[in-house]
């Protein structure tokens, strides 16, 4: 159809002409709260041309991930399978499944992600309480005990792997006390799958939620996601549907589970990646995964007390995955942090919320906790600390 409105020929303006020039990336060794450097592998997987996302070969692929999900989660599962999106997005769908308006869930705040875990729940109607922990501070069960007690709440929340702390929460024994409350166990192990010890079923925890860029050394943009029977069991008596058309579990568990039926397109080249990055998780095994980043873990307290620096936690609660160093008298964290990227190419982290400013945050996580990164960090950061 010919038209009559008279049209301009197209122009690119200054400056999108800079950016016909082919994309170019910096190599930067990621040591800080995350994304880790993907393994060179997940990044061949993540180059194959896209297929169906009904295609037979992508349905069996689809199995895969999901077997090798239950086995870096240590749980059986059936409904376990990754998100699109960021772990904040699997974090968003545990609450968006689990929370009804009116619902009363506890978050145990102990850093930065347990606020943001009060913000989601909060979003969905949730009558939200909190109890509170200083930022570098695990809560014991006795606390824990306390609030169930005072709230009886119908969700309670709390991160494993506080990554703005640096913190890992012991999760034993706090499944079975929730249990005994009639209370639903939603855990964030978007800092430790991968890198810490988890035990799903053994602590029977019945959602959890993780990310694709930390402790799997995979890309970000897939996030991987776990409902348990008592999860299920309130997802299907839920009397208001999910709020989130995206995320609800019960349409999603029509792909995810044995029909198959469309739902959205899935993100096909991010499953490649995840489904290699779990590929090497499995080959490795987790309790030699677990080993390497705990010694690894250790190399880098012991190298940063013999520069003088101090861990903000206790040596009991730290992360294997994610350590906060306090920043010493007189020195500007950020300028220390802009050297390492600017002139060394190696990022760590700033403190995030409370932290901001006191420490730095280094990660060790996946395909990147390896002594030569610890030896290498820790000599740049002599280089760089003596000259500021
Ligand atoms: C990184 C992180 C998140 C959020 O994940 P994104 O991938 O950044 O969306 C949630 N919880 C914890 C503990 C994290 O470290």
Known sequence: MASTLSVSTPTVNQASRRSLTPLQVPQRLLLGPGPSNADPTVVAAMNQQPIGHLDPAYLGLMNEVQDLLRYAWQTQNPLTYPVPGTGSAAMEATLANMVEPGDVVLVAVKGYFGHRLVDMAGRYGGDVRTIHKAWGQAFDLAELRAALETHRPQVLAIVHAETSTGVRQPLEGLGALC?????????????SLGGVPIFLDDWQVDLAYS?????????PGISPFTLGERAIAKLQNRRTPVANWYLDASLLQKYWGSDRTYHHTAPVNMTYALREALRLLAEEGLEARW???????????????????????????????????????GVDPKAVSRTL????????????????????RIGLMGANSHPENVDRLLETLAQVLAQK
Do not use: M
């Open 341 to 360: 990227l600017n002139e060394y190419d190696i990022e760590i982290g700033g403190g995030l919320g409370e932290l901001a400013g006191q420490v730095w």
């Open 291 to 329: 080993q390497r980043h705990q010694q690894n873990a250790e190399r880098l307290w012991d190298g940063l007390e013999a520069l003088g620096l101090n861990c903000h936690v206790d040596r009991e609660f730290r992360l294997p995955t994610l350590t906060t160093v306090r920043v010493p008298a």
């Open 211 to 219: 990310c694709s860029q930390k402790g799997l050394s995979c890309p």
């Open 179 to 191: 249990r005994e409350f009639d209370c639903l166990l939603i855990v964030d192990t978007v800092t």
